[in-house]
Structure formats: structure tokens, C-alpha cells
């Protein structure tokens, strides 16, 4: 069974910054490809940052220059540093991998979400 938890979120005034965190536990040979999604109030799932099969990391065009993601040499741990955030950053952010488990097999899988407000 694997398992994404996010964490790090929270309420912050516009101009401030917040770090998401996603922790990949439980049966895990291999991850392809991590990021983080957000769905704001009655809007689409859209992606914020990620990084590919190859390793390279994506940004969204909303959040280029303010966000940037990161992640452990074990692909364990991922982060989301957001700065400079705004009253259109907030959402619920979910943590997202494509996981090779030990029977070989690759499943995408989410995190339940953690809510981040931006107050103006």
C-alpha cells in the first residue's frame, strides 16, 4: 500500500510564503513523476509544479518565478516553497506521483490535500 501525505498548509496574508511538504511512504520500488496540483473553489485540478520522467522540474505559468519545488535524493520527501503568494493561490494543493510498486506495476497516486488561503 502506498500512501502521499501533504502537509504545510495553512492561512497567510498576500505577499507571504508557505511550504507544502509530501511524504511517499509504504511499498515502493520506484517514482517516475512527482508534483503538486491545486483545485481552486469550483474550478479544475490544475497543475502547479512538477517534475518529469527525467527529472526536470515544471511550473505552471501562474506560478513561474514564485514557486519552486524541490525534492529528496530518495524522492521521499517533496516540497513546495510558495512566496510572494496571492489571493489566486488559494486552493486545495494535492501531492501527485506516478509509483512503481514491488510487484512492478505503475499507479498514479494522490494525497488527501491540504487547504492553502491567501488573504488580501
Known amino acids: 500500500q502506498v500512501e502521499l501525505m501533504e502537509s504545510g498548509g495553512g492561512l497567510v496574508v498576500a505577499g507571504g510564503s508557505l511550504r507544502l511538504s509530501c511524504l511517499a511512504s509504504g511499498s515502493i520500488a520506484s517514482i517516475n513523476t512527482q508534483g503538486w496540483y491545486r483545485q481552486g473553489p469550483g474550478g479544475q485540478r490544475d497543475m502547479v509544479a512538477e517534475f518529469t520522467r527525467d527529472g526536470r522540474g515544471m511550473y505552471g505559468d501562474s506560478v513561474a518565478g514564485r514557486f519552486t519545488i524541490s525534492r529528496d535524493k530518495l524522492k521521499r520527501w517533496m516540497h513546495l516553497q510558495m512566496n510572494n503568494l496571492e489571493p489566486e493561490d488559494t486552493a486545495v494543493y494535492y501531492c501527485?506521483?506516478?509509483?512503481?510498486?514491488?510487484?512492478?506495476?505503475?499507479?498514479?497516486?494522490w494525497g488527501k490535500g491540504t487547504q492553502v488561503t491567501v488573504s488580501s
Open positions: 501527485n506521483a506516478r509509483i512503481i510498486g514491488e510487484q512492478g506495476l505503475e499507479n498514479e497516486q
